[in-house]
């Protein structure tokens, strides 16, 4: 997971990006704003990583006092119904570190399924670490429990 943008220039800068990419038919991304919240305490995106949308790349970020709140299923939810039905992806990647319990307790609780360890895949604190592969697939029973 990468930092959130720093400044409110950096985060423009990050909607501009998001609105470019969108355009090119590679990205999606959408601000969490739960009920009673006026400003967006997450986000969600899923990158293309085959032309049109067959195989995606799930990205989240949600802020910590909200951890272990539903929040997380509820947005995923949604955000798969939106994925699957409307831009007919076919299989949903994500990947989280190893060492973080809280990552990947949240996309075994989605029913997301554990595919392998990527060893070194991802560059942080000066060292590489490796993460879990996991996925969902349109055809997957699990996601669609979620609602």
């Not at 501009?16 to 919240?37: N, Q």
């Not at 990647?93 to 360890?117: C, F, S, W």
């Amino acid at each position: 997971m990468w930092s959130p943008p720093p400044t409110v220039a950096a985060f423009e800068q990050f909607i501009e990006w998001t609105f470019s990419e969108r355009d090119t038919g590679k990205y999606i991304c959408y601000g969490l704003v739960p009920a009673g919240e006026e400003h967006a305490v997450g986000a969600f995106e899923l990158r293309q990583m085959q032309p049109a949308f067959l195989r995606c790349e799930l990205g989240y970020v949600i802020a910590p006092r909200l951890w272990g709140l539903g929040i997380f299923p509820e947005a995923a939810h949604l955000l798969f119904n939106f994925a699957f039905r409307v831009v007919k992806v076919h299989r949903i990647e994500a990947r989280v570190a190893v060492d973080n319990p809280k990552g990947n307790a949240a996309l075994r609780k989605i029913g997301m399924r554990r595919e392998g360890r990527l060893r070194d895949a991802f560059w942080r604190d000066d060292k590489y670490v490796d993460q879990f592969l996991w996925s969902t697939l349109d055809t997957d029973e699990e996601w669609r429990r979620l609602g």
